[in-house]
T-cell receptor
């Protein structure tokens, strides 16, 4: 089983739709969680951290479910500019080096007019 | 500089030639990472530096790949005798320190094409 798993998609949604992605992780000791966004042929950029109580940034809401070991990203009122690949990133205590951050392979979102 | 800087941004090279890719991390960041990403694929970890030392080289795909970092700052990734399967974007990232819970910042990448 992969340490971090994501549905690769693509998720094709119309403008204005609400879309949600999940990401599951295998290490129950995982401590920190992030969502990164990667546009086509660009580098990944931090979208938002995920806090235990859940957090919101405009149209984006991130949630953590420790019992079921997944995090989610909800995008409301999708825009064409939201089209990108969304990478889930998980870290575990004491990890350094390659394990400092474990990347999922990403979920591709395509918002259509 | 304000962000992670990589050069060259694009490189086309003939099979069998050596290439050097450079990364200039964010000033003050002690941790530096190299990743590789082939088209449509996920990130593949290559190597990690803490200061000038590389405690984790486990991701380097073969002995044709090497990397160094000097002065706790600039890093160079060298690929010797390039092969077509080396074609990918090579992403460098840095963070203030190593360890979990740490946000990393990526450069725009060096796009390598081996013909």
């Amino acid at each position: 089983r992969k340490e971090v798993e994501q549905d690769p998609g693509p998720f094709n949604v119309p403008e204005g739709a609400t879309v949600a992605f999940n990401c599951t992780y295998s290490n129950s000791a995982s401590q920190s969680f992030f969502w990164y966004r990667q546009d086509c042929r660009k580098e990944p950029k931090l979208l938002m951290s995920v806090y235990s109580s859940g957090n919101e940034d405009g149209r984006f809401t991130a949630q953590l479910n420790r019992a079921s070991q997944y995090i989610s990203l909800l995008i409301r009122d999708s825009k064409l500019s939201d089209s990108a690949t969304y990478l889930c990133v998980v870290t575990s205590p004491g990890d350094t080096g390659r394990r400092a951050l474990t990347f999922g392979s990403g979920t591709r979102l395509q918002v259509q007019p | 500089g304000a962000g992670v800087s990589q050069s060259p941004s694009n490189k086309v090279t003939e099979k069998g030639k050596d290439v050097e890719l450079r990364c200039d991390p964010i000033s003050g960041h002690t941790a530096l990472y190299w990743y590789r990403q082939s088209l449509g694929q996920g990130l593949e970890f290559l190597i990690y530096f803490q200061g000038n030392s590389a405690p984790d080289k486990s991701g380097l795909p073969s002995d044709r790949f090497s990397a160094e970092r000097t002065g706790g700052s600039v890093s160079t990734l060298t690929i010797q005798r390039t092969q077509q399967e080396d074609s990918a974007v090579y992403l460098c990232a840095s963070s203030p320190f190593s360890g979990s819970g740490n946000t990393i910042y990526f450069g725009e990448g060096s796009w390598l094409t081996v013909v």
